[in-house]
T-cell receptor, first 113, second 111 residues
């Protein structure tokens, strides 16, 4: 059974810092990996999707990398802003045609002005 | 921009009562999911539909939960009777080819 772990559980940084969020998964046979953002009491917003054949994806100040063989992904946020404060969730689709996501518990990010 | 619509946004119900949530996926998305998210945890899949058929409901507590998608478009998730431990965010998502898009969720509080 696929298990997804996110470290740290919470992170507080001053505005302007670059930061890295970590995600690890136990079964490397994945179809894709997604990073989501969740604001308090809200639904999930997809940030980046990395297919299993890709190494990284970039969107603006966000960069996500994937190392399938080691079961790891990182989300890099450059020049953090207070508006980046949210919970970031990593999810993997283990494929086999099921298109089902297994989520980590998330990292709660606070960017201090 | 197309969105997954969910209603209601919030629901407070007494334990042992029945409660229902509604989801309208993005037009053309054949796959629909219901997730439950307990505070501080990641979402966990309850049921997955492909068109009107259930693909996976192995994690759905079938003694009290039911889900339907009769015409393969919108879907309803029902809990009867509700228990205190059912308090959570219920999220609906839809996808076309493995890329899931989520609705804003229904926050359920059972008192």
């Amino acid at each position: 059974k696929q298990e997804v772990t996110q470290i740290p559980a919470a992170l507080s940084v001053p505005e302007g810092e670059n930061l890295v969020l970590n995600c690890s998964f136990t079964d490397s046979a994945i179809y894709n990996l997604q990073w989501f953002r969740q604001d308090p009491g809200k639904g999930l917003t997809s940030l980046l999707l990395i297919q299993s054949s890709q190494r990284e994806q970039t969107s603006g100040r966000l960069n996500a990398s994937l190392d399938k063989s080691s079961g790891r992904s990182t989300l890099y946020i450059a020049a953090s802003q207070p508006g980046d404060s949210a919970t970031y969730l990593c999810a993997v689709d283990s494929g086999a045609g099921s298109y089902q996501l297994t989520f980590g518990k998330g990292t709660k990010l606070s960017v201090i002005p | 921009e197309a969105e997954v619509a969910q209603s209601p946004r919030y629901k407070i119900t007494e334990k042992s009562q029945a409660v229902a949530f509604w989801c309208d996926p993005i037009s053309g998305h054949a796959t629909l999911y219901w997730y439950r998210q307990i505070l501080g945890q990641g979402p966990e899949l309850l049921v997955q539909f492909q068109d009107e058929s259930v693909v996976d409901d192995s994690q759905l507590p079938k003694d009290r939960f039911s889900a339907e998608r009769l015409k393969g478009v919108d879907s309803t998730l029902k809990i009867q009777p509700a228990e205190l431990g059912d308090s959570a965010m219920y999220l609906c998502a839809s996808s076309l080819s493995g890329h899931e898009f989520f609705g804003s969720g229904t926050r359920l509080t059972v008192v």
